[in-house]
Nanobody, 127 residues
Framework: QVQLVESGGGLVQAGGSLSLSCAAS????????MGWFRQAPGKEREFVAA???????????DYADSVKGRFTISRDNAKNTVHLQMNSLKPEDTAVYYC?????????????????WGQGTQVTVSS
């Protein structure tokens, strides 16, 4: 079982920045696909960003169009952590942000392809 714990959420004004972190368990963390999703009240959970293992030392990063150019996903395999740097935040970025792990590293943007989820961390962007 993989356990994921998010941190770094909070309140920030529009145009500001915030950095989220996710600490994961697992001896084969480097092979997991790691994703960030978000969910606002009354809305479906949506893909934000992912970084997936492509074999060897190759990793692929993918972003939702809504955050491309503003958010950056990264990982530190030695520390079993994944990060989401969020810049130029907008009120529409307000949501609970979830860290997720795909043990098959499918480079997927789909919720159903991720096997484990963190508890979520609230990000609120004021106008």
């Amino acid at each position: 079982q993989v356990q994921l714990v998010e941190s770094g959420g909070g309140l920030v004004q529009a145009g500001g920045s915030l950095s989220l972190s996710c600490a994961a368990s697992g001896r084969t963390f480097s092979r997991y696909g790691m994703g960030w999703f978000r969910q606002a009240p009354g809305k479906e959970r949506e893909f934000v960003a992912a970084i997936s293992w492509g074999g060897g030392s190759t990793y692929y990063a993918d972003y939702a169009d809504s955050v491309k150019g503003r958010f950056t996903i990264s990982r530190d395999n030695a520390k079993n952590t994944v990060h989401l740097q969020m810049n130029s935040l907008k009120p529409e970025d307000t949501a609970v942000y979830y860290c997720a792990a795909d043990l098959w590293s499918r480079r997927s943007i789909g919720v159903a392809d991720y096997d484990y989820w963190g508890q979520g961390t609230q990000v609120t962007v004021s106008s």
